[in-house]
């Protein structure tokens, strides 16, 4: 017996660990001014309920890793009130990298929708 | 009914219990990720709304951040993919796709007695120890000093401050610390610094500083670092001049007619044949080489020696 929640999980997470970086390095990318994790985390889930890939607890690792990756940098400022936070922002190299990035998953998808269009019956 | 402090702590102290056997630097930022999500999340979200209960509010922003096993999962996966600086060895990533181990010890991944020059670990031991000497004196001063003048003015007035800020920058001297040894040493340190639960009291924070663990062990690994500076500097620096002057020993002798392997036994003066200087040199190899394994070990050692005294558990 297949369990369908336990194989719809796992490929979503399987799925999520590329696209989650590409999505967070792109809204870091694109947003003026440097923004707090808790910030991200709302621009995350701001489409709607269905957008929804990663919950808000998830991003922070991710965060992590690009900026160990030099795509991200980050300074800890302190609050008027409540704990000090972390602003990231995304550094020239993590510009580059999103375009070549963005690329990819053009490619991707453009490789996958044709896939699942029937496109090499 | 729970307050947000408590469902905040409990959450938290799921979350620890759900990255058990996980590295303790990284339980350690993914706990303050946590409570500084949660706590900033929960002031912006009450100020948008003042209709519904805290903990309403609170419990909604939990179950946005994600259960506790899901973000350990997501920690341990992330951490997985990204060691610590110097870490990717070939070894290490061998045993991770292997599976067997879990970092992989250098010592497999440069092989045999020359390979240690090619491995960044072992060179970032021997920058270690030269620095040591400075990082420790100034370690070993501040804590000192810091102590003193706060046990000092502690009758007045401005003891307390001054107590407070001393206190902290052992905390903050511990962090840097921890940060070096990651980049040097590769042992994975946490990344950011512990949280500070900003609705205690100061008094409790207060308490929680004099008599927290962490402040201690910090300031005693502060102290420490000079008598181990001094030790890892001056074997640094006495193999590496004594495996040089044998490695030149021949130019000296053949290019500077300077007598070298001179043994002086009272009016006896015994003089070794120039032609044996090679042999020296062969030797400073040796030893240079030696000296380069110890740093490796030596970078090591205190890898875990920082480890276990400035990451609490």
Same mark, same amino acid.
Request: proline share 4%; net charge negative; no cysteine.
């Given at each position: 017996?297949?369990?369908?929640?336990?194989?719809?999980?796992?490929?979503?997470?399987?799925?999520?660990?590329?696209?989650?970086?590409?999505?967070?390095?792109?809204?870091?990318?694109?947003?003026?001014?440097?923004?707090?994790?808790?910030?991200?985390?709302?621009?995350?889930?701001?489409?709607?309920?269905?957008?929804?890939?990663?919950?808000?607890?998830?991003?922070?690792?991710?965060?992590?890793?690009?900026?160990?990756?030099?795509?991200?940098?980050?300074?800890?400022?302190?609050?008027?009130?409540?704990?000090?936070?972390?602003?990231?922002?995304?550094?020239?190299?993590?510009?580059?990298?999103?375009?070549?990035?963005?690329?990819?998953?053009?490619?991707?998808?453009?490789?996958?929708?044709?896939?699942?269009?029937?496109?090499?019956? | 009914?729970?307050?947000?402090?408590?469902?905040?702590?409990?959450?938290?102290?799921?979350?620890?219990?759900?990255?058990?056997?996980?590295?303790?630097?990284?339980?350690?930022?993914?706990?303050?990720?946590?409570?500084?999500?949660?706590?900033?999340?929960?002031?912006?979200?009450?100020?948008?709304?003042?209709?519904?209960?805290?903990?309403?509010?609170?419990?909604?922003?939990?179950?946005?951040?994600?259960?506790?096993?899901?973000?350990?999962?997501?920690?341990?996966?992330? *951490?997985?993919? +990204?060691?610590? #600086? $110097?870490?990717?060895?070939?070894?290490? =990533? /061998? !045993?991770?796709?292997?599976?067997?181990?879990?970092?992989?010890?250098?010592?497999?991944?440069?092989?045999?007695?020359?390979?240690?020059?090619?491995?960044?670990?072992?060179?970032?031991?021997?920058?270690?120890?030269?620095?040591?000497?400075?990082?420790?004196?100034?370690?070993?001063?501040?804590?000192?000093?810091?102590?003193?003048?706060?046990?000092?003015?502690?009758?007045?007035?401005?003891?307390?401050?001054?107590?407070?800020?001393?206190?902290?920058?052992?905390?903050?001297?511990?962090?840097? *610390?921890?940060? +070096?040894?990651? #980049? $040097?040493?590769?042992?994975?340190?946490? =990344? /950011? !610094?512990?949280?500070?639960?900003?609705?205690?009291?100061?008094?409790?924070?207060?308490?929680?500083?004099?008599?927290?663990?962490?402040?201690?062990?910090?300031?005693?690994?502060?102290?420490?670092?000079?008598?181990?500076?001094?030790?890892?500097?001056?074997?640094?620096?006495?193999?590496?001049?004594?495996?040089?002057?044998?490695?030149?020993?021949?130019?000296?002798?053949?290019?500077?007619?300077?007598?070298?392997?001179?043994?002086?036994?009272?009016?006896?003066?015994?003089?070794?044949?120039?032609?044996?200087?090679?042999?020296?040199?062969?030797?400073?190899?040796?030893?240079?080489?030696?000296?380069?394994?110890?740093?490796?070990?030596?970078?090591?050692?205190?890898?875990?020696?920082?480890?276990?005294?400035?990451?609490?558990?």
């Amino acid at each position: 017996m297949v369990d369908l929640q336990e194989t719809h999980k796992k490929f979503q997470k399987e799925l999520s660990s590329g696209t989650v970086s590409l999505a967070l390095l792109s809204i870091l990318v694109q947003s003026d001014e440097p923004l707090y994790g808790y910030q991200i985390g709302k621009l995350v889930g701001a489409g709607d309920e269905e957008g929804v890939m990663v919950k808000q607890g998830a991003i922070y690792p991710v965060l992590r890793s690009l900026e160990g990756q030099g795509l991200l940098a980050s300074e800890r400022e302190m609050s008027d009130s409540g704990p000090p936070r972390r602003y990231y922002h995304a550094t020239d190299i993590g510009s580059e990298v999103l375009e070549t990035w963005t690329a990819t998953w053009q490619e991707t998808k453009t490789f996958v929708d044709n896939v699942l269009g029937g496109k090499y019956q | 009914m729970k307050t947000t402090d408590e469902l905040i702590r409990t959450y938290l102290s799921d979350l620890k219990a759900a990255l058990r056997g996980a590295d303790k630097a990284t339980v350690q930022d993914a706990l303050a990720d946590a409570e500084e999500h949660l706590r900033t999340a929960l002031e912006n979200e009450l100020a948008e709304n003042d209709e519904v209960t805290e903990s309403e509010v609170l419990r909604s922003i939990i179950q946005d951040y994600g259960e506790p096993a899901e973000i350990a999962q997501a920690y341990r996966s992330w *951490e997985a993919a +990204l060691p610590p #600086a $110097l870490a990717e060895t070939p070894a290490a =990533r /061998r !045993a991770a796709t292997q599976g067997t181990g879990t970092t992989g010890r250098a010592g497999n991944a440069y092989p045999g007695f020359f390979g240690v020059y090619a491995d960044p670990r072992a060179w970032g031991g021997l920058v270690y120890m030269l620095i040591s000497i400075i990082t420790g004196t100034l370690y070993f001063s501040w804590a000192v000093t810091g102590l003193a003048t706060s046990l000092g003015v502690m009758i007045l007035i401005i003891g307390i401050p001054v107590t407070i800020i001393f206190l902290l920058s052992f905390r903050g001297l511990a962090f840097l *610390e921890g940060r +070096l040894v990651e #980049a $040097l040493l590769g042992e994975r340190m946490p =990344r /950011r !610094a512990s949280f500070t639960d900003s609705s205690l009291s100061w008094r409790e924070r207060l308490k929680i500083l004099l008599t927290g663990k962490a402040t201690w062990l910090s300031w005693i690994y502060l102290i420490l670092m000079l008598p181990l500076g001094v030790i890892y500097f001056t074997l640094a620096v006495t193999l590496l001049a004594v495996s040089l002057a044998l490695i030149v020993s021949p130019i000296l002798s053949y290019g500077f007619n300077l007598p070298i392997g001179t043994v002086v036994n009272g009016d006896v003066i015994w003089q070794l044949p120039a032609y044996y200087t090679p042999l020296f040199s062969v030797l400073g190899v040796g030893l240079a080489t030696v000296t380069m394994h110890l740093a490796r070990w030596v970078g090591r050692i205190q890898g875990k020696f920082a480890k276990a005294l400035l990451v609490s558990d």
